[in-house]
Protein backbone atom coordinates (compact mmCIF):
# COMPACT_ATOMS: atom_id res chain seq x y z
CA UNK A 1 0.00 0.00 0.00
CA UNK A 2 2.69 2.38 0.73
CA UNK A 3 4.71 1.60 -2.37
CA UNK A 4 1.21 2.24 -4.42
CA UNK A 5 1.24 5.72 -2.65
CA UNK A 6 4.57 6.86 -3.28
CA UNK A 7 3.76 5.80 -6.91
CA UNK A 8 0.84 7.91 -6.73
CA UNK A 9 2.88 10.77 -5.18
CA UNK A 10 5.67 10.57 -7.99
CA UNK A 11 3.18 10.01 -10.79
CA UNK A 12 1.77 13.48 -9.58
CA UNK A 13 4.94 15.71 -9.36
CA UNK A 14 6.36 14.42 -12.40
CA UNK A 15 9.10 12.55 -10.83
CA UNK A 16 7.33 9.24 -12.58
CA UNK A 17 5.85 9.08 -16.02
CA UNK A 18 4.19 6.86 -18.26
CA UNK A 19 3.76 8.29 -21.60
CA UNK A 20 0.06 7.68 -22.01
CA UNK A 21 -0.21 10.37 -24.88
CA UNK A 22 2.96 10.10 -26.85
CA UNK A 23 1.36 5.95 -27.59
CA UNK A 24 -2.06 6.73 -28.63
CA UNK A 25 -2.19 5.01 -31.94
CA UNK A 26 -1.35 1.70 -30.12
CA UNK A 27 -4.33 2.30 -27.66
CA UNK A 28 -6.58 3.63 -30.48
CA UNK A 29 -5.65 -0.23 -32.25
CA UNK A 30 -6.67 -2.04 -29.22
CA UNK A 31 -9.57 0.41 -28.99
CA UNK A 32 -10.31 -0.26 -32.32
CA UNK A 33 -10.16 -4.16 -31.96
CA UNK A 34 -12.27 -4.31 -29.12
CA UNK A 35 -15.24 -2.22 -30.88
CA UNK A 36 -14.66 -4.69 -34.37
CA UNK A 37 -15.25 -7.65 -31.73
CA UNK A 38 -18.30 -5.86 -30.06
CA UNK A 39 -19.72 -5.75 -33.47
CA UNK A 40 -19.05 -9.25 -34.44
CA UNK A 41 -20.72 -10.70 -31.26
CA UNK A 42 -23.62 -8.39 -32.13
CA UNK A 43 -24.24 -9.95 -35.36
CA UNK A 44 -23.36 -13.29 -34.58
CA UNK A 45 -25.06 -13.79 -31.20
CA UNK A 46 -27.15 -10.88 -31.45
CA UNK A 47 -28.82 -8.89 -28.33
CA UNK A 48 -30.87 -11.92 -26.20
CA UNK A 49 -34.34 -10.23 -25.55
CA UNK A 50 -35.96 -10.74 -22.54
CA UNK A 51 -39.79 -10.94 -22.35
CA UNK A 52 -40.19 -7.59 -21.70
CA UNK A 53 -39.46 -6.95 -24.98
CA UNK A 54 -40.37 -9.75 -26.79
CA UNK A 55 -43.84 -10.37 -25.13
CA UNK A 56 -45.30 -13.98 -23.72
CA UNK A 57 -46.28 -15.95 -21.05
CA UNK A 58 -43.99 -16.34 -17.98
CA UNK A 59 -44.58 -19.14 -15.04
CA UNK A 60 -42.83 -19.40 -12.27
CA UNK A 61 -42.63 -22.69 -10.03
CA UNK A 62 -41.99 -21.75 -6.58
CA UNK A 63 -41.01 -24.11 -3.46
CA UNK A 64 -39.89 -27.08 -5.73
CA UNK A 65 -36.85 -29.66 -5.23
CA UNK A 66 -36.64 -30.45 -8.39
CA UNK A 67 -34.18 -27.98 -10.02
CA UNK A 68 -33.93 -30.31 -13.31
CA UNK A 69 -35.24 -28.24 -17.05
CA UNK A 70 -36.12 -31.18 -18.97
CA UNK A 71 -39.79 -31.14 -17.31
CA UNK A 72 -40.34 -28.08 -18.20
CA UNK A 73 -39.67 -28.60 -21.81
CA UNK A 74 -41.87 -31.87 -21.78
CA UNK A 75 -45.11 -29.76 -20.34
CA UNK A 76 -44.80 -27.09 -22.98
CA UNK A 77 -44.16 -29.91 -25.78
CA UNK A 78 -47.63 -31.89 -25.05
CA UNK A 79 -49.53 -28.87 -25.11
CA UNK A 80 -47.76 -26.62 -27.75
CA UNK A 81 -45.39 -28.81 -29.75
CA UNK A 82 -44.38 -25.70 -32.60
CA UNK A 83 -43.28 -23.57 -29.00
CA UNK A 84 -39.47 -23.91 -27.58
CA UNK A 85 -39.43 -22.58 -23.67
CA UNK A 86 -36.88 -20.57 -22.22
CA UNK A 87 -36.15 -22.44 -18.96
CA UNK A 88 -34.09 -21.00 -15.94
CA UNK A 89 -33.53 -21.92 -12.22
CA UNK A 90 -33.95 -19.25 -9.93
CA UNK A 91 -31.59 -19.61 -6.46
CA UNK A 92 -32.33 -23.43 -5.40
CA UNK A 93 -35.82 -23.93 -5.16
CA UNK A 94 -37.85 -22.21 -8.43
CA UNK A 95 -37.58 -22.59 -11.98
CA UNK A 96 -39.02 -19.30 -14.37
CA UNK A 97 -40.69 -20.81 -17.72
CA UNK A 98 -40.98 -18.49 -20.29
CA UNK A 99 -43.04 -19.20 -23.73
CA UNK A 100 -44.97 -17.33 -26.53
CA UNK A 101 -48.16 -16.29 -25.45
CA UNK A 102 -50.73 -18.53 -24.49
CA UNK A 103 -54.45 -19.05 -25.00
CA UNK A 104 -56.32 -19.18 -21.42
CA UNK A 105 -56.70 -23.05 -21.96
CA UNK A 106 -53.62 -23.64 -22.59
CA UNK A 107 -52.03 -21.61 -19.37
CA UNK A 108 -54.26 -23.76 -17.26
CA UNK A 109 -53.20 -26.78 -18.92
CA UNK A 110 -49.26 -25.98 -18.41
CA UNK A 111 -49.90 -24.63 -15.10
CA UNK A 112 -51.25 -27.86 -14.17
CA UNK A 113 -48.32 -30.05 -15.74
CA UNK A 114 -45.63 -28.02 -14.21
CA UNK A 115 -47.10 -28.52 -10.54
CA UNK A 116 -47.18 -32.08 -11.46
CA UNK A 117 -43.64 -32.13 -12.83
CA UNK A 118 -42.34 -30.58 -9.98
CA UNK A 119 -44.22 -31.53 -6.96
CA UNK A 120 -46.00 -28.66 -6.17
CA UNK A 121 -49.19 -27.51 -5.63
CA UNK A 122 -50.99 -25.43 -8.12
CA UNK A 123 -51.08 -22.69 -6.50
CA UNK A 124 -47.24 -22.51 -6.64
CA UNK A 125 -47.10 -21.99 -10.21
CA UNK A 126 -47.77 -18.58 -10.87
CA UNK A 127 -48.41 -17.20 -14.48
CA UNK A 128 -48.36 -13.75 -15.91
CA UNK A 129 -48.40 -12.13 -19.82
CA UNK A 130 -46.29 -9.56 -20.63
CA UNK A 131 -47.17 -7.58 -24.05
CA UNK A 132 -44.36 -6.73 -26.38
CA UNK A 133 -45.78 -3.34 -26.46
CA UNK A 134 -44.82 -2.40 -22.97
CA UNK A 135 -41.24 -3.40 -24.37
CA UNK A 136 -41.21 -1.11 -27.23
CA UNK A 137 -42.53 1.31 -25.22
CA UNK A 138 -39.38 1.19 -22.72
CA UNK A 139 -36.76 1.12 -25.45
CA UNK A 140 -38.30 4.34 -27.17
CA UNK A 141 -37.89 5.60 -23.97
CA UNK A 142 -34.22 4.66 -23.28
CA UNK A 143 -33.31 5.66 -26.96
CA UNK A 144 -35.31 9.30 -25.78
CA UNK A 145 -33.19 9.36 -22.90
CA UNK A 146 -30.13 8.88 -24.54
CA UNK A 147 -30.50 11.22 -26.87
CA UNK A 148 -31.39 14.20 -24.64
CA UNK A 149 -28.46 13.00 -21.99
CA UNK A 150 -26.05 13.17 -24.85
CA UNK A 151 -27.28 16.84 -26.29
CA UNK A 152 -27.61 18.07 -22.48
CA UNK A 153 -24.01 16.84 -21.73
CA UNK A 154 -22.03 18.01 -25.07
CA UNK A 155 -23.28 21.70 -24.01
CA UNK A 156 -22.45 21.29 -20.61
CA UNK A 157 -18.92 20.15 -20.93
CA UNK A 158 -18.22 22.93 -24.02
CA UNK A 159 -19.50 25.39 -21.29
CA UNK A 160 -17.64 24.20 -18.63
CA UNK A 161 -14.34 23.86 -19.94
CA UNK A 162 -14.55 26.34 -23.03
CA UNK A 163 -13.18 23.78 -25.46
CA UNK A 164 -15.42 22.20 -27.54
CA UNK A 165 -12.34 19.46 -28.10
CA UNK A 166 -13.09 18.20 -24.75
CA UNK A 167 -16.91 17.44 -25.12
CA UNK A 168 -15.87 15.75 -29.03
CA UNK A 169 -13.70 13.54 -26.82
CA UNK A 170 -15.95 12.84 -23.95
CA UNK A 171 -18.57 11.69 -26.56
CA UNK A 172 -16.14 9.45 -28.41
CA UNK A 173 -15.35 7.81 -25.56
CA UNK A 174 -19.16 8.05 -24.13
CA UNK A 175 -20.05 6.05 -27.25
CA UNK A 176 -16.73 3.52 -27.10
CA UNK A 177 -18.01 2.61 -23.76
CA UNK A 178 -21.31 1.67 -24.72
CA UNK A 179 -20.83 0.09 -27.79
CA UNK A 180 -17.87 -2.28 -26.10
CA UNK A 181 -20.15 -3.26 -22.97
CA UNK A 182 -23.21 -4.02 -25.63
CA UNK A 183 -21.45 -6.83 -27.69
CA UNK A 184 -19.43 -8.34 -24.46
CA UNK A 185 -23.09 -8.33 -22.81
CA UNK A 186 -24.36 -9.73 -26.00
CA UNK A 187 -21.35 -12.33 -25.77
CA UNK A 188 -22.16 -13.22 -22.72
CA UNK A 189 -25.71 -14.57 -23.82
CA UNK A 190 -27.74 -13.00 -20.98
CA UNK A 191 -31.43 -11.68 -21.22
CA UNK A 192 -31.88 -7.86 -22.35
CA UNK A 193 -34.12 -6.75 -19.61
CA UNK A 194 -35.04 -3.47 -18.24
CA UNK A 195 -32.56 -4.03 -15.67
CA UNK A 196 -29.93 -4.11 -18.20
CA UNK A 197 -30.81 -1.34 -19.85
CA UNK A 198 -30.72 0.57 -16.50
CA UNK A 199 -27.60 -0.56 -16.27
CA UNK A 200 -26.54 0.74 -19.44
CA UNK A 201 -27.53 4.20 -19.15
CA UNK A 202 -25.99 3.76 -15.67
CA UNK A 203 -22.40 3.67 -17.20
CA UNK A 204 -22.98 6.63 -18.81
CA UNK A 205 -22.70 8.62 -16.65
CA UNK A 206 -19.79 7.09 -14.84
CA UNK A 207 -18.15 7.31 -18.37
CA UNK A 208 -18.52 11.08 -17.84
CA UNK A 209 -17.70 11.49 -14.39
CA UNK A 210 -14.09 10.08 -14.65
CA UNK A 211 -13.42 11.68 -17.91
CA UNK A 212 -14.30 14.86 -16.64
CA UNK A 213 -12.15 14.19 -14.16
CA UNK A 214 -8.83 13.86 -16.29
CA UNK A 215 -9.88 16.73 -17.98
CA UNK A 216 -10.63 18.92 -15.56
CA UNK A 217 -6.70 18.49 -14.73
CA UNK A 218 -5.70 19.08 -17.77
CA UNK A 219 -7.21 22.34 -18.13
CA UNK A 220 -5.78 23.02 -15.19
CA UNK A 221 -2.23 22.41 -16.30
CA UNK A 222 -2.46 23.89 -19.67
CA UNK A 223 -3.99 27.15 -18.25
CA UNK A 224 -1.93 29.69 -19.71
CA UNK A 225 0.10 27.43 -21.48
CA UNK A 226 1.12 30.23 -24.47
CA UNK A 227 2.88 31.96 -21.51
CA UNK A 228 5.69 29.25 -21.24
CA UNK A 229 8.04 27.17 -23.09
CA UNK A 230 8.71 24.19 -20.81
CA UNK A 231 5.83 22.11 -21.78
CA UNK A 232 3.55 21.51 -24.78
CA UNK A 233 0.21 21.01 -24.66
CA UNK A 234 0.36 16.96 -25.46
CA UNK A 235 3.13 16.75 -22.57
CA UNK A 236 1.38 18.74 -20.04
CA UNK A 237 -1.99 16.76 -21.09
CA UNK A 238 0.30 13.73 -20.85
CA UNK A 239 1.26 15.17 -16.97
CA UNK A 240 -2.51 15.42 -16.19
CA UNK A 241 -3.92 11.69 -16.50
CA UNK A 242 -0.55 10.63 -15.17
CA UNK A 243 -1.61 12.52 -12.23
CA UNK A 244 -5.35 11.37 -11.98
CA UNK A 245 -4.14 7.83 -12.81
CA UNK A 246 -4.21 6.27 -9.14
CA UNK A 247 -7.09 8.12 -8.13
CA UNK A 248 -8.91 6.44 -11.49
CA UNK A 249 -7.65 3.06 -10.37
CA UNK A 250 -8.72 3.60 -6.84
CA UNK A 251 -12.22 5.16 -7.70
CA UNK A 252 -12.66 1.66 -9.90
CA UNK A 253 -11.74 -0.37 -7.62
CA UNK A 254 -13.81 0.73 -4.81
CA UNK A 255 -17.20 0.49 -7.57
CA UNK A 256 -16.02 -2.76 -9.52
CA UNK A 257 -15.62 -4.80 -6.07
CA UNK A 258 -19.14 -4.77 -4.73
CA UNK A 259 -20.59 -5.03 -8.51
CA UNK A 260 -18.49 -8.21 -9.05
CA UNK A 261 -20.18 -9.86 -6.01
CA UNK A 262 -23.74 -8.90 -6.65
CA UNK A 263 -22.97 -10.17 -9.81
CA UNK A 264 -21.48 -13.50 -8.79
CA UNK A 265 -24.53 -13.85 -6.32
CA UNK A 266 -26.85 -13.58 -8.71
CA UNK A 267 -25.64 -15.42 -11.72
CA UNK A 268 -24.29 -18.44 -9.13
CA UNK A 269 -26.53 -18.25 -6.15
CA UNK A 270 -29.46 -16.28 -7.38
CA UNK A 271 -29.85 -17.91 -10.49
CA UNK A 272 -31.51 -15.81 -13.75
CA UNK A 273 -32.83 -12.58 -12.13
CA UNK A 274 -32.81 -8.36 -12.12
CA UNK A 275 -29.62 -8.62 -9.96
CA UNK A 276 -27.72 -10.72 -12.37
CA UNK A 277 -28.46 -8.85 -15.79
CA UNK A 278 -27.76 -5.08 -14.15
CA UNK A 279 -24.60 -6.26 -12.46
CA UNK A 280 -23.03 -7.44 -15.63
CA UNK A 281 -24.25 -4.35 -17.02
CA UNK A 282 -22.11 -2.22 -14.41
CA UNK A 283 -19.45 -4.57 -14.11
CA UNK A 284 -18.25 -4.23 -17.70
CA UNK A 285 -19.20 -0.66 -18.25
CA UNK A 286 -17.41 0.34 -15.41
CA UNK A 287 -14.12 -1.28 -16.18
CA UNK A 288 -14.44 -0.16 -19.83
CA UNK A 289 -15.18 3.58 -18.51
CA UNK A 290 -12.03 3.15 -16.76
CA UNK A 291 -9.66 2.81 -19.78
CA UNK A 292 -11.72 4.93 -21.81
CA UNK A 293 -10.94 7.85 -19.78
CA UNK A 294 -7.45 7.48 -19.33
CA UNK A 295 -6.37 5.67 -23.37
CA UNK A 296 -9.00 6.79 -25.01
CA UNK A 297 -10.60 9.69 -24.02
CA UNK A 298 -7.12 12.39 -22.93
CA UNK A 299 -5.60 10.90 -26.36
CA UNK A 300 -8.15 11.74 -28.24
CA UNK A 301 -8.86 15.07 -26.89
CA UNK A 302 -4.98 15.81 -27.83
CA UNK A 303 -5.53 14.74 -31.30
CA UNK A 304 -8.55 16.81 -32.30
CA UNK A 305 -6.66 20.00 -30.04
CA UNK A 306 -3.52 20.03 -31.68
CA UNK A 307 -5.11 20.38 -34.75
CA UNK A 308 -5.43 23.77 -33.81
CA UNK A 309 -2.78 26.12 -35.71
CA UNK A 310 -1.97 28.03 -32.19
CA UNK A 311 -1.79 25.04 -30.54
CA UNK A 312 0.90 23.21 -33.02
CA UNK A 313 2.59 26.89 -33.09
CA UNK A 314 3.14 26.49 -29.78
CA UNK A 315 4.73 22.99 -30.15
CA UNK A 316 7.16 23.71 -32.59
CA UNK A 317 8.31 26.93 -30.40
CA UNK A 318 8.40 24.78 -27.38
CA UNK A 319 10.20 21.91 -28.87
CA UNK A 320 12.78 24.39 -30.29
CA UNK A 321 13.49 26.18 -27.57
CA UNK A 322 14.49 23.38 -25.15
CA UNK A 323 16.73 21.94 -28.41
CA UNK A 324 18.39 25.69 -28.49
CA UNK A 325 19.02 24.78 -24.58
CA UNK A 326 20.21 21.40 -24.88
CA UNK A 327 22.39 22.44 -27.51
CA UNK A 328 23.57 25.49 -25.16
CA UNK A 329 23.94 22.73 -22.33
CA UNK A 330 25.79 20.25 -24.81
CA UNK A 331 28.20 23.18 -26.23
CA UNK A 332 28.75 24.00 -22.84
CA UNK A 333 29.21 20.92 -20.77
CA UNK A 334 26.54 22.12 -18.66
CA UNK A 335 24.63 19.58 -16.41
CA UNK A 336 21.17 18.92 -18.63
CA UNK A 337 19.45 16.60 -16.65
CA UNK A 338 17.00 19.52 -15.23
CA UNK A 339 16.46 20.10 -19.06
CA UNK A 340 16.26 16.22 -19.74
CA UNK A 341 13.81 15.24 -16.85
CA UNK A 342 11.43 18.69 -17.52
CA UNK A 343 11.10 16.68 -21.16
CA UNK A 344 10.14 13.70 -19.53
CA UNK A 345 7.46 14.89 -17.32
CA UNK A 346 4.86 14.55 -19.94
CA UNK A 347 6.35 11.41 -22.28
CA UNK A 348 8.97 11.86 -24.53
CA UNK A 349 6.91 11.28 -27.40
CA UNK A 350 3.99 13.22 -25.91
CA UNK A 351 4.97 16.68 -27.91
CA UNK A 352 4.63 14.46 -31.32
CA UNK A 353 8.03 15.12 -32.66
CA UNK A 354 10.47 15.06 -29.84
CA UNK A 355 12.55 11.75 -30.20
CA UNK A 356 15.54 10.35 -28.38
CA UNK A 357 17.63 11.45 -30.83
CA UNK A 358 17.23 15.28 -29.45
CA UNK A 359 18.15 14.74 -26.66
CA UNK A 360 21.82 14.73 -26.00
CA UNK A 361 23.49 12.41 -22.96
CA UNK A 362 23.62 14.14 -19.71
CA UNK A 363 27.30 15.73 -18.68
CA UNK A 364 28.13 17.15 -15.31
CA UNK A 365 30.53 19.39 -14.92
CA UNK A 366 32.14 18.26 -18.08
CA UNK A 367 34.58 21.81 -19.48
Known amino acids: MASFAQLGNELYTGKRSFDIIGHRRRWFAISFALLALSVVLLFARGINPGIEFRGGSEFTVS?????????AHDALASIAPSQAARVSTVGNSAIRVQTEQLTDEETSELRELLAAAYEVDVADVTASFVGPTW??????????????????????????????????????????????????????????????????LTILGYSLY?????????????????????????????????????????????????????????????GAGTLRDIALALFIGMIVSTLSSVFIAAPMEVVLRTRDPAIRAHTEKVLEARRRRLAEAETQGED??????????????????LGQAALPRRRRGKK
Do not use: C
Not at 63 to 71: E, L, N
Not at 218 to 236: C, D, I, K, P, S
Not at 337 to 348: C, D, F, M, P, S
Open 210 to 270: DTVVVFDKVRENTEGLHEQTRYTYAEASNLAVNQTLVRSINTSVLAVLPVGSILFVGAFLL
Open 336 to 353: ATELVGAARVGGLRAGGH
Open 63 to 71: GTSITDQQP
Open 135 to 200: GQSVTNKALQGLVIFLVLVSIVMAVYFRRWTMAAAALIALLHDLVITVGLYAGVGFEVTPATVIGF
